[in-house]
């Protein structure tokens, strides 16, 4: 099956801070979406990216599906931001399967 | 409009006994996943449903662990014989069809 890799694995920032989160995947795949679990471990829909690029306020995503690779930008970095950022995948058999998350832990 | 929901939120259970987990997709939403997510670890795919086709089990860890979906609405995850291990959250998403998928809040089990 595909495979995900999420890098780095965990980040420490201060409160301000540019970052930028990497998703692998193995396959070709027919979607790509962006969730931020948040600490009472609830997943929001950050973008649904399959290729392209996206923009919604200090976050925004590019993905390159022939290249095989997404990123997911963080902008001016706020505590609010803490939590863990998944990439997820959709290949052919239309399940959807994530990566092990960035841990982003923002310092005021 | 309404989210997914989920119930129960928490669910403490003894070991060895049967629990029932519920998910309300979102109205007009074919596909339905479930998916457990232990503490501090990712999420496992466990079963996903898209319409009138037969599901994708490939996930179910074991033969203790059974989900039904009614047409279009609402699922149900069974676990039978509970095992500690089997303590996580339980996340429930739906989608259309190669569209975002939407999770829910989840259940929390512990198995004491």
């Known amino acids: 099956g595909i495979q995900v890799e999420q890098s780095p694995p965990d980040l420490i920032l201060q409160e301000g801070a540019n970052s930028t989160l990497r998703c692998n995947f193995s396959?070709?795949?027919?979607?790509l979406q962006w969730f931020h679990q948040n600490p009472w471990g609830q997943l929001i829909n950050l973008f649904y990216?399959?290729?392209g690029t996206k923009q919604n306020g200090r976050l925004s995503a590019t993905t390159v599906a022939t290249e095989r690779y997404s990123l997911l930008y963080i902008s001016s970095s706020q505590t609010t931001d803490s939590g863990v950022y998944f990439c997820?995948?959709?290949?052919?058999?239309?399940?959807?399967?994530f990566g092990s998350g960035t841990r982003l832990s923002i310092r005021p | 409009g309404a989210g997914v929901s989920q119930s129960p939120s928490n669910k403490v259970t003894e070991k060895g006994k049967d629990v029932e987990l519920r998910c309300d997709p979102i109205s007009g939403h074919t596909a339905l996943y479930w998916y457990r997510q232990r503490l501090g670890q990712g999420l496992e795919f466990l079963i996903y449903?898209?319409?009138?086709?037969?599901?994708?089990k490939s996930g179910l860890p074991s033969d203790r662990f059974s989900a039904e979906r009614t047409g279009e609405s609402v699922s149900t995850l069974t676990i039978q014989r509970t095992q500690q291990e089997d303590s996580a959250v339980y996340l429930c998403a739906s989608s259309l069809v190669r569209s975002a998928r939407y999770f829910g809040p989840g259940t929390r089990l512990t198995v004491t």
């Open positions: 396959d070709s795949v027919n979607n």
């Open positions: 997820a995948v959709e290949g052919s058999a239309s399940k959807i399967i």
């Open positions: 449903f898209q319409g009138n086709s037969a599901p994708d």
């Open positions: 990216i399959p290729s």
